[in-house]
């Protein structure tokens, strides 16, 4: 796809609940290994919840998909990663406020999401936090565009980046959030955040068949 | 996973509807279940400063069960050991302001300051005017610019309880910041775990902790502690709780202190006495006045068996609000 | 076995002398090691009926928590789930004897019966009338010329408080064991484990609790129960307690009643409030008023995972004399 | 030996000293079994106690040796045993005051001592407690006793119907103590006090050679 709209965002919601629901398991365990066990719970939550809110959600922009979900995860999702999350998605909306986003821009919503959970969060890359999967996936986004390829591109590589970057958590000690009491102890896990947030990008490259 | 529950989804509306009913003499739960928080049951008391706390639940009776006179106006319990949304948190703080304003007091974990930042920002910008405090007593955990900074965990029960004191006595926000503030900078504590705690949700144990071995540094969310060590006797263990938090507090002879052994949910109180007897005789070797102790289950992981030692160092006005009268579900004297 | 304990023949030596240091403003301990006892600090109340209860340890905050003001006047703990001997009663019988008599709160089990009464015979050797309440509330156990009869459990808590504040307000000591009797004859409970305690000499579980079942009618000695089922919701569980308990009780509609969830050491209270919330339901289905209540771990086993519920009928006297001011390590309310 | 006398007694303490060291472990998990796990550690502590005072103890008569096990262990042991071992020794006592005893004094010390077990404990034979292994090895002494036998197969022969006796618990259901509580569960369980009782009984006999 060439540009992508208010109905894929709708898909990338209930793409994001399916994933979010079949690794609950997954990320509760990822966060037993270096957190508290919730985040699985908390994602799930959000994205049970977010899926009843759509029922009937009527759109006009990419951006009012993306506030409901900025919306509905700080509200319901707790935890470092609700408010991050609920950031993440609300400096996203902003920066998508038309009907249709081309590669561009995608990779203007996801470098503002970025900047929301910088922002909020102060993490850098290499901290071992959810940063680590949304950075290279807005730089990946953003090199698609520049090219000339097309939104199902970026999403496509902002998706793999952000795979990679979840993979790249693991060697690292946490300077950030719960993990960042082990010290040592963190490495050789990964970050659940850093995995969730693959997850839901994955799930936005699905949304838009590629 | 054995617990006393129905539905896991079910475990904190119901364990507060039950905390609620059984005492209702002193507190109230929210009508809105959606934004579900418990105060005192008078409501907001004019004219003085309103204290709200909260975070994840799974840590009682903290912080519902320090509600009352001379301690909380509102408590906000979030999914177990998930912090709370703004929303309850905003609703918490209207519920508890007297027109004095508000203090938040928040444990220092990434997902309770930023929730309770929010919710800030949302009271705020309804003219209530609030203040933070941010705990942060936790000696097990680098206090360093690479890290989320030290966890706030037992000083916590004894701040509530200090600026309770403070506020209900009428002073205003800044000097209750003030007081709370120095609890904090006074405070320090450090836990073992000798077995894991198992979240409802995720059915299995925090960790997997095999016999003969225990956990130092643990936090109050079942997170790994910093470092795994043979199980060893009470007063080995004791000593290696005792001494980071002496080293960081610095303590000099002759120093009053407050002694608090907490459990955390699973061990009986005879082993916390245990523990307080060896704490109690190094202190007072250091030439340490004990002047005052709390000995039980105040700040919990669940059901983990373990321990924490806190040690709050006191001067007289620390002492004199300590002392003052205290009605809560949890905590009780004077009244 | 995991606790936080040195050599397991000084777990109880140490977590009284932790205990009484702890609390040193309310209680004392005994000179002489080999008869320890804890009393109250100021000793025997002249011209006051003195009240000393004891058993075997590993119940904590059962009985030396309950010492002080409005409750009782001494308390002999045991080696672990075993009732002490003579020696030490007869002196905490002495040092609680104000001169108008004592009263012994026995749990009815075979070794707390003979202990107290053979200490009785030599306190009456020596002039101190003695009279005992056996307390058997354990409706999970046949009462019958068959058996040992029932078991005393929670309602001891429940009749220690009542019973030292009939004491404190100058009751004789017939008039004194009239209110214990009330409260006995007025009192049931009964208890489930989830998981078994550790006895610390034994170093093995009491018995084998494999994952999803659970012990019904379980005492507080981590003897086995009557019977081992299924692992089910808390409010099934709830309802299998309460049952029995209704039944014996014959309670009718209208009565007035104080409901005790108590929790046997290992089981988180939030846990503990869950069950309250139902049992207070089914009681208010029935149209009964619960008037008072109690939720904690008051009346445990070791770290044992479980609860028991207790349910006592009130009148006038028995409610005031609740409600009167108390000031123990373990419960404290008025002062 | 056709009379047993103080210092039989004497090793009689140490001999049984030495069996409840020996089996602590397994009355511990006797009790655990039906009862509270602590019926090992109490008579341990109890006999351990005794030794020491048995260091420079004079006695004249066996009375003088029982009577110090029963202030020992009614002053030591607690629990139901406690007492009952006590009231069990303290009878006994009474009935040896003679330097020296013949089966028939076997006999009556060992009837004194079911009697006093009966008269504070109130169980019948059959009622799964130490009863079931004392009244039969009172039984066996006394008709030994009555055949001319020696005190030495005396308390053989109460040594043997004490350990038959405390088999004979096993498929009982209990009337008295602890197990009482248990109803059908205390089935295939061998009472710990009858079991302690026996091994006593055994100690006796060994000490007299028999
Ligand atoms: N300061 C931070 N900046 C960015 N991400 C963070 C930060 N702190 C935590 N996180 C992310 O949040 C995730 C944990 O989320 P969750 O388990 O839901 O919350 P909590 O840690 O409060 O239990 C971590 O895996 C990490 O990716
Ligand atoms: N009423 C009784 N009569 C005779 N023996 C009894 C009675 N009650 C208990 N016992 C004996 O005491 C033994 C238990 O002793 P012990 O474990 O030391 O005490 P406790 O039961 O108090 O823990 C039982 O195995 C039984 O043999
Ligand atoms: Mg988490
Ligand atoms: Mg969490
Ligand atoms: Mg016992
Ligand atoms: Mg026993």
């Given at each position: ?29 990822l ?97 071992k936090?959810?940063?680590d999967a949304?950075?290279p996936a ?21 998706a793999d980046a952000a795979r990679a970057g979840a993979e790249s958590t693991e060697p690292l ?15 050789g896990h990964r970050d659940p955040?850093a995995q969730?947030s693959a997850l839901?990008?994955e ?8 | ?335």
């Amino acid at each position: 796809m060439t540009t992508v709209g208010v109905d894929w965002a709708l898909d990338w919601v209930r793409c994001s609940a399916a994933v979010v629901t079949e690794h609950r398991e997954e990320l509760i365990d990822l966060d037993r290994a270096i957190g508290d066990g919730d985040h699985g719970e908390n994602m799930h939550r959000g994205y049970r919840i977010l899926l009843e809110k759509l029922d009937g959600f009527e759109a006009a922009t990419v951006g009012d998909v993306l506030k409901l979900v900025a919306t509905t995860l700080m509200s319901k999702v707790g935890g470092a990663a609700g408010p991050l999350y609920g950031t993440a998605f609300l400096r996203g909306a902003k920066a998508a406020d038309s009907a249709d986003l081309d590669a561009a821009g995608v990779a203007a919503v996801l470098a503002a999401g970025v900047e929301g959970v910088v922002a909020r969060g102060k993490a850098e890359v290499g901290d071992k936090t959810m940063v680590d999967a949304w950075h290279p996936a807005a730089a990946a986004a953003q090199e698609v565009a520049d090219s000339g390829g097309s939104a199902g591109e970026a999403l496509r590589a902002a998706a793999d980046a952000a795979r990679a970057g979840a993979e790249s958590t693991e060697p690292l000690v946490a300077r950030k959030g719960r993990a960042s009491y082990l010290g040592e102890r963190a490495i050789g896990h990964r970050d659940p955040g850093a995995q969730s947030s693959a997850l839901l990008l994955e799930a936005a490259a699905a949304a838009a068949g590629a | 996973m054995k617990k006393l529950i129905n539905d896991p989804n079910d475990v904190v509306p119901e364990s507060v509807e039950g905390f609620v009913l059984a005492h209702s003499d002193i507190i109230v739960g929210s009508d809105d279940p959606e934004t579900l928080f418990v105060s005192r049951a008078g409501g907001a008391v004019s004219g003085k400063v309103g204290l709200v706390s909260g975070g994840g639940s799974g840590h009682e009776p903290l912080h519902g069960g320090f509600v009352g006179v001379g301690m909380l106006d509102a408590a906000v319990p979030g999914p177990v050991f998930t912090s709370p949304t703004p929303d309850p948190i905003l609703a918490a703080t209207k519920a508890a302001d007297g027109g004095a304003g508000v203090l938040h007091i928040v444990k220092n974990y990434t997902g309770d300051v930023l929730n309770f930042e929010t919710a800030a920002e949302l009271a705020d910008a309804e003219d209530i005017p609030v203040k933070a405090i941010v705990v942060n007593d936790d000696v097990a955990v680098e206090d360093s610019l690479y890290t989320a900074g030290r966890r706030g965990v037992g000083g916590t029960v004894l701040l509530e309880k200090i600026a309770g004191a403070a506020a209900e006595r009428g002073d205003d926000l800044d000097a209750v910041l003030a007081v709370a503030t120095k609890v904090n900078d006074n405070v320090r504590s450090m836990g073992v775990a000798l077995t894991a705690c198992t979240v409802p949700h995720a059915g299995k144990p925090s960790f997997d902790l095999p016999e003969g071995e225990i956990e130092i540094g643990i936090g109050i969310h079942g997170e790994p502690g910093r470092r795994r060590i043979k199980a060893a006797p009470a007063d080995e263990i004791t000593d290696l709780l005792l001494d980071p938090i002496l080293e960081d507090l610095g303590l000099a002879g002759g120093d009053d202190v407050l002694l608090f052994v907490n459990g955390m949910g699973g061990t009986p109180s005879s082993e916390l006495y245990i523990v307080y007897r060896h704490a109690r005789a190094r202190l007072e070797a250091l030439g340490t006045n004990v002047t005052r102790s709390l000995v039980g289950n105040y700040i919990t992981s669940l059901e983990m068996q373990g321990a924490s030692i806190t040690v709050l160092r006191l001067d007289d006005e620390t002492t004199e609000l300590w002392d003052a009268p205290v009605h809560t579900p949890a905590l009780r004297w004077g009244l």
